[in-house]
């Protein structure tokens, strides 16, 4: 599943995905690197390289973080 894909999808305005990840994601460098793939587009190799993380680290935290976002938007 793209979960990328269904929070890009999910029609809420770039404020309101700010909001979102502010309101749920607890940890500040996962609040960033979503912050990063989801808001400004930018690559998981990217965000990786800016965070000091592997591109597998970053794409497991990311992942993690999407799936708590898509809970909150769902209910």
């Known amino acids: 599943m793209e979960y ?6 999910s029609g809420l305005s ?7 990840i502010d309101s749920w ?17 930018i690559s998981y ?4 390289e800016e965070i000091g993380l592997s591109v597998r680290q970053t794409k497991r935290a990311a992942i993690k973080g999407m799936k708590i976002l898509i809970d909150h938007i769902e209910t």
Not at 4 to 9: E, G, S, T
Not at 30 to 39: G, N
Request: aromatic share 8%.
């Open 45 to 48: 190799e990217k965000v990786s």
């Open 4 to 9: 990328r894909k269904i929070l890009i999808n």
């Open 25 to 41: 994601i607890f940890s500040e460098r996962d609040r960033f690197l979503l912050k990063r793939i989801l808001l400004d587009s």
């Open 14 to 20: 770039v404020f309101e995905m700010s909001d979102l």
